[in-house]
């Protein structure tokens, strides 16, 4: 099993930027992928963006050229580096990892409100 932390959420102004952190309780190596989704109100849990253990990574439409999903395995973290942030992009952000290769399952962690407001 693995627990997952997310940080650095808050509030910003349009245009602004934040960088979100998903700390991990157990070595990242062995996942097959590492993600962020974002839920806003009334509406389903979207991916945002992936990554592989490969550091293959895909990015929702919407955010391509403004946010990027990195990952340090050494300190167990997957960060989300958002830029030119938009008011649409205000949403509760999770950190979803599948693996580990030797009993891969879904794990999600609690949660980060992201909001973008004047």
């Known amino acids: 099993q693995v627990q997952l932390v997310e940080s650095g959420g808050g509030l910003v102004q349009p245009g602004g930027s934040l960088r979100l952190s998903c700390a991990a309780s157990?070595?990242?190596?062995?996942?097959?992928?590492m993600a962020w989704y974002h839920q806003a109100p009334g509406k389903e849990r979207e991916l945002v963006a992936r990554?592989?253990?490969?550091?293959?990574?895909n990015y929702a439409d919407s955010v391509k050229g403004r946010f990027t999903i990195s990952r340090d395995n050494a300190k167990n973290t997957v960060y989300l580096q958002m830029s030119s942030l938009k008011p649409e992009d205000t949403a509760v952000y999770y950190c979803?990892?599948?693996?580990?290769?030797?009993?891969?399952?879904?794990?999600w962690g609690q949660g980060t409100q992201v909001t973008v407001s004047s």
């Open positions: 979803y990892a599948y693996g580990p290769r030797t009993n891969p399952s879904n794990y």
């Open positions: 157990r070595s990242i190596d062995s996942f097959y992928v």
């Open positions: 990554i592989t253990s490969g550091d293959s990574t």
